[in-house]
T-cell receptor, first 108, second 114 residues
Framework: KNEVEQSPQNLTAQEGEFITINCSYS?????LHWLQQHPGGGIVSLFM???GKKKHGRLIATINIQEKHSSLHITASHPRDSAVYIC??????????FGKGTRLHILP | NAGVTQTPKFQVLKTGQSMTLQCAQD?????MYWYRQDPGMGLRLIYY???????DKGEVPNGYNVSRLNKREFSLRLESAAPSQTSVYFC?????????????FGPGTRLTVL
């Protein structure tokens, strides 16, 4: 069974700081997802990747298949980035396992 | 396009009552999912429908039933609600079945069972 671990669980930072959220998993995967859950509860898919790096605006996601590790970076963080960031992985029969999330709070 | 819609947004039930959560998507997706989200835990899959006409159990199916009414609609039924089913329920859809497909989520239903 795959295990998904995210760190940190909670992160508070000042506006403008560079943010890194980490995700580790235990078994080889077919894809890794990063999702964002805003305080209102809605969940939005940010990235899906199986290798390398993807960038969208101020968000960058990287994955290291050999180390079974992914990072989500936010450059020039802003209070509107405050949300829960969720890592999820798929493998085997293609079901998805979700991490518990990282709660990010950006102070103005 | 509305994407994935869910009704109701909030619901309070007494133990033993039944209810159906409704989900619909207008993206012509083949696969649909029901998840529950509990404090301190990741989203957990209750049931899924890989394609119209099929449904399968996920990680936590006990106490629930589902119906894939047509390609657009996927409902979740609690026949006899229990306090352990207090949770936030999310419906999601994807173009095709499988974890390598992006999932689109509904706004969620917050259910409290007293």
């Amino acid at each position: 069974k795959n295990e998904v671990e995210q760190s940190p669980q909670n992160l508070t930072a000042q506006e403008g700081e560079f943010i890194t959220i980490n995700c580790s998993y235990s078994v080889g995967i077919s894809a890794l997802h990063w999702l964002q859950q805003h305080p209102g509860g809605g969940i939005v898919s940010l990235f899906m990747l199986s290798s390398g790096k993807k960038k969208h605006g101020r968000l960058i996601a990287t994955i290291n298949i050999q180390e079974k590790h992914s990072s989500l970076h936010i450059t020039a963080s802003h209070p509107r980035d405050s949300a829960v960031y969720i890592c999820a992985v798929s493998w085997g029969d293609d079901k998805i396992i979700f991490g518990k999330g990282t709660r990010l709070h950006i102070l103005p | 396009n509305a994407g994935v819609t869910q009704t109701p947004k909030f619901q309070v039930l007494k133990t033993g009552q039944s209810m159906t959560l409704q989900c619909a998507q207008d993206m012509n997706h083949n696969s649909m999912y029901w998840y529950r989200q509990d404090p301190g835990m990741g989203l957990r899959l209750i049931y899924y429908s890989a394609s119209e006409g099929t449904t399968d159990k996920g990680e936590v199916p006990n106490g629930y039933n589902v119906s894939r009414l047509n390609k657009r609609e996927f409902s979740l039924r609690l026949e006899s609600a229990a306090p352990s089913q207090t949770s936030v329920y999310f419906c999601a859809s994807s173009l095709l079945w499988g974890g390598s497909n992006e999932q689109f989520f509904g706004p969620g239903t917050r259910l409290t069972v007293l």
